[in-house]
């Protein structure tokens, strides 16, 4: 298994203004993975971020808007950009880990952002 | 690609009741299937996977699904609910040869004392 922190755990934010969410692992992982859920919807996967190399975005997200760091295999940044009411949402971080055969995915606790 | 299906938004229950969340999935490779419970203001917590072999799965806090691979469902089954199982539940899909997984749009259960 996989221990997952976040940081902020919540945030309220001004127009315009930009947040960097950080997700911190308790071990190595090659793939970590970002995921918006907007209120009383599903996840959406934002972006896959894998360690010594630029992340993939999914249909509907930029780099601009969600830049992404991967300095080494326990830790990832996500940057929300120039933030609108839009983006309100919950932030999660996931990694893949397992004992091999299968991708079991585990989550952090979120961080809960408020755009005003 | 893969997608989920959950067929209840809400599921209201009277506590010791049994209740069943369903969860229909579309893909045309093989699949792993998961469900994930989310409680009020937390991360989400697996529940239980279905990988192979058994298509009955046990999984945490008394809960279990059933694979059901000619008719694409992974439904949830507890046999008596309790006040404490009331979150989100979510199920999710991804093919055995990736690593994204697909999630359905979730259920919210409510067990009433």
């Known amino acids: 298994s996989a221990v997952i922190s976040q940081k902020p755990s919540r945030d309220i934010c001004q127009r315009g203004t930009s947040l960097t969410i950080q997700c911190q692992v308790d071990s190595q992982v090659t793939m970590m993975f970002w995921y918006r859920q907007q209120p009383g919807q599903s996840l959406t996967l934002i972006a896959t971020a894998n360690q010594g190399s630029e992340a993939t975005y999914e249909s509907g997200f930029v780099i601009d808007k969600f830049p992404i760091s991967r300095p080494n295999l326990t830790f990832s940044t996500l940057t929300v950009s120039n933030m609108s009411p839009e983006d309100s949402s919950i932030y999660l971080c996931?990694?893949?880990?397992?004992?091999?055969?299968?991708?079991?995915?585990?989550f952090g606790p979120g961080t809960r952002l408020t755009v005003l | 690609a893969q997608s989920v299906t959950q067929l209840d938004s809400q599921v209201p229950v009277f506590e010791e009741a049994p209740v069943e969340l369903r969860c229909n999935y579309s893909s045309s490779v093989s699949v792993y299937l998961f469900w994930y419970v989310q409680y009020p203001n937390q991360g989400l917590q697996l529940l239980l996977k279905y990988l192979s072999g058994s298509t009955l799965v046990k999984g945490i806090n008394g809960f279990e699904a059933e694979f059901n691979k000619s008719q694409t469902s992974f439904h949830l089954r507890k046999p008596s609910v309790h006040i404490s199982d009331t979150a989100e539940y979510f199920c999710a899909v991804s093919a055995r040869t990736g690593n994204q997984f697909y999630f359905g749009t979730g259920t919210s259960l409510t067990v009433i004392p």
């Open positions: 996931s990694v893949e880990s397992g004992p091999g055969g299968y991708n079991e995915q585990f």
